[in-house]
């Protein structure tokens, strides 16, 4: 297909969730030329002088500045061609000053009779803080075109449910494993445990205080009758039972519910029979909306400052984690503040060894360097403008974050920042554990679940 032409989004391809996004510095240009088209002087969009003696202090636009940025991205890009614009209700929360960024973001909300969709849409500013919101109603167009790509500022186009879907077509093949649910006591744990059984990926074997876990279920409508429920007294008995579950071989995968990692944790660290010979480490799978592909980051949940010879197995186990993905040979980045190596920052060190010791057959699978800043693992163009010469700047499959306060905090501003979607799992056990934070919501539980199922099928094959 000719790169050069970009497609419109039919009715029927949309989709609940599906969104889009522009991003708009605005300019002193810009708001010479809308005031150009409307013939509009107010003072307080034109004249520095008089703005900046104003409450308002500097110039403004237009609030319909904004309103022509939706226009905009609907028109022309999503929907785009042959869509209708039927209705738009706009709330103009603060003003928009020359040098703001503007993040426009639309997002399918509802889909009605007669090819018309409902947006809701959102405009924020660099801040994070919100220029207005509103709703749009569209005719979407039913016949598929393509257009000339326009040399305008990029958008990106982010659809979480279909990036899930496909997600889960990965284990359309694969059989469902007996799993231990650990001390689903709440809410989101148990929805994460039945809607993963409902999706074919686990049979659920639920352990914890049986009076809890069914008043959890009564209060969400839950019938427990088709699984298996094991009565124990507290959490830590829950961990202990599903460990001796699964060297009984009874299980296959481990689930998080609403108790402590350590303690969790602590069950297979505890049980000989269920160590590997490599060190336990978590890795997150991202969906990001700004990056073209899966991004998976580890540790940023087990190990606190891990050492030298425990990241060679943090890389190895993502690494290996990265091929049973469908992502063979992938390039990983050993992040750290900077892309140069300083002996008073050992993580440069510690990245500069590994990457030694790829080469020698330590670390066997990947592409691997580093150090490099979080910019230009993940950015081209920052890679390009540093000067810096790699397979692997820019394009990275896998991040390796010096220590757990870092990756933790990387990992949460993927997800609340950055809108990312997020799976997670520990590796390095004779069994997978689906381990995901108490207040991770169903989806991301069953995203975990799949990820787990997986590694569990990959650990038959090698038997």
């Known amino acids: 297909m000719n790169t050069d032409l970009i497609p419109n989004f039919t009715y029927e391809e949309l989709s609940i969730g599906q969104s889009a996004r522009l991003v708009r510095t605005l300019t002193m240009q810009d708001i010479q030329a809308f005031a150009a088209v409307l013939g509009d002087t107010t003072p307080s969009q034109l004249d520095s002088d008089h703005a900046n003696a ?92 393509y257009r000339p790509r326009p040399s305008a500022s990029p958008i990106q186009i982010f659809d979480p449910d279909a990036r899930f879907r496909s997600l889960l077509n990965k284990a359309s093949l694969v059989e469902k494993v007996p799993c231990a649910v650990v001390h689903p006591c709440d809410a989101e744990s148990l929805w994460g445990a039945i809607d993963s059984a409902k999706a074919g990926l686990i049979i659920p074997l639920l352990i914890g205080p049986s009076k809890k876990i069914k008043a959890v279920a009564q209060s969400q409508g839950i019938d427990l009758e088709p699984y298996e429920l094991i009565d124990v007294a507290h959490s830590h008995a829950a961990a202990d039972k599903a460990a001796d579950l699964a060297i009984e071989g009874r299980v296959e995968m481990m689930m998080k519910g609403s108790l402590h990692t350590d303690e969790l944790i602590h069950a297979i660290l505890s049980r000989a029979q269920l160590h590997t010979g490599r060190r336990l480490s978590h890795v997150f799978r991202f969906d990001v909306p700004m990056y073209s592909k899966a991004l998976l980051v580890s540790d940023a949940a087990l190990n606190i400052r891990p050492t030298l010879l425990e990241k060679v197995d943090i890389i190895q186990n993502a690494i290996d984690f990265s091929a049973i993905l469908g992502v063979n040979n992938p390039k990983v980045a050993i992040l750290a503040a900077i892309e140069m190596v300083n002996p008073d920052m050992p993580s440069t060190i510690d990245a500069a060894a590994l990457c030694k010791m790829a080469e020698r057959g330590q670390i066997k699978g990947g592409l691997l360097d580093g150090p490099l800043a979080f910019d230009n693992a993940i950015s081209v163009h920052a890679a390009h403008i540093k000067g810096i010469q790699s397979l692997v700047a820019g394009d990275a499959d896998i991040l390796i974050v010096p220590d757990l306060e870092s990756g933790n905090m990387l990992a949460k501003q993927l997800e609340y920042f950055a809108g990312a979607s997020c799976a997670g799992i520990v590796l390095g056990a004779k069994i997978p554990i689906a381990l995901t934070s108490r207040a991770d919501s169903s989806k991301t539980r069953v995203a975990s679940a799949l990820l787990a199922l997986l590694v569990a099928h990959a650990r038959r094959s090698e038997i």
């Open 54 to 145: 104003t409450t308002l202090d500097g110039v403004i636009s237009r609030d319909m500045w904004g309103g022509a940025l939706i226009s905009a991205l609907l028109g022309t890009q999503f929907p785009g061609p042959g869509s209708i614009h039927l209705e738009q209700d706009l709330h103009f929360m603060r003003p928009v000053r020359v040098g703001d960024t503007l993040s426009v973001i639309a997002i399918v909300v509802a889909k009605e009779e007669k090819n018309k969709i409902q947006l809701h849409c959102t405009i924020e500013n660099q801040k994070g803080e919100q220029v207005l919101h509103g709703m749009a109603r569209i005719v979407a167009p039913t016949h598929k075109m």
